[in-house]
């Protein structure tokens, strides 16, 4: 079993940066398409963007052209970096396969936009 830590987030004003990264341990993920998703106060977790294992990429449009998913399999490693935040960015920041397996959510990384 994939074991998976968020980390990277934080508080980012509007139109700020963050770059988020989420290494696994335990079996390899190279070979399997992986996810961002985020769960907002008071709202359902949501995907956010994937990649799969040859590199192929795809966003949800409430973040396409200001996210982007880049892996690295050497290093069991999968990033998103953020720009050009919003408030409604905020929310807890997950990674998973995609489509998501219900035993490798992990504890997530807390991102906040707000000035």
């Known amino acids: 079993q994939v074991q998976l830590v968020e980390s990277g987030g934080g508080l980012v004003q509007p139109g700020g940066s963050l770059r988020l990264s989420c290494t696994a341990s335990g079996n390899s993920f190279s070979p399997v398409t992986m996810g961002w998703y985020r769960q907002a106060p008071g709202k359902q977790r949501e995907w956010v963007a994937r990649i799969s294992s040859g590199g192929r990429t795809n966003y949800a449009e409430s973040v396409k052209g200001r996210f982007t998913i880049s892996r690295d399999n050497a290093k069991n490693t999968v990033y998103l970096q953020m720009n050009s935040l919003k408030p409604e960015d905020t929310a807890v920041y997950y990674c998973?396969?995609?489509?998501?397996?219900?035993?490798?959510w992990g504890q997530g990384t807390q991102v906040t936009v707000s000035s």
């Open positions: 998973n396969e995609h489509p998501p397996n219900a035993w490798n």
